[in-house]
C-alpha cells in the first residue's frame, strides 16, 4: 500500500515550482512553465488514487529538479528582453 503525498507536500512542491518558473529570463519559457506547471497540479488535485498520486507526484519532484537546472542555464544565456515585458509610459 502507498502512502500518498500529503496536502502540504504537494502545496509546498507546487510553490517551489512556480518560484523556479519565475526565475526564468525568457518571457516564453517562463509563462509555457507557469501554465505546465498549473496544468500538471490540476491533474493532480482531481486525482482519488493514491497510487497514481503518488506517481504524480514523484514526477513533479523530479521535474522541479530538471527546471531548476534549465533556470540557471536560461539565465546565463538569457536573450534580450521582448516589447510585452517593457514597462513604459501610455500616452494618452
Known amino acids: 500500500?502507498?502512502?500518498?503525498?500529503?496536502?502540504?507536500?504537494?502545496?509546498?512542491?507546487?510553490?517551489?515550482?512556480?518560484?523556479?518558473?519565475?526565475?526564468?529570463?525568457?518571457?516564453?519559457?517562463?509563462?509555457?512553465?507557469?501554465?505546465?506547471?498549473?496544468?500538471?497540479?490540476?491533474?493532480m488535485q482531481a486525482e482519488q488514487d493514491p497510487v497514481k498520486l503518488s506517481q504524480a507526484y514523484n514526477e513533479a519532484v523530479k521535474e522541479l529538479s530538471v527546471l531548476r537546472r534549465c533556470a540557471v542555464v536560461n539565465q546565463l544565456y538569457g536573450g534580450w528582453r521582448l516589447a510585452v515585458e517593457e514597462q513604459s509610459d501610455v500616452r494618452t
Open 1 to 43: 500500500m502507498v502512502t500518498p503525498p500529503s496536502r502540504k507536500a504537494v502545496l509546498g512542491l507546487y510553490a517551489s515550482t512556480l518560484r523556479t518558473t519565475k526565475s526564468f529570463s525568457s518571457y516564453n519559457f517562463r509563462n509555457y512553465f507557469v501554465e505546465r506547471t498549473k496544468d500538471t497540479f490540476r491533474g
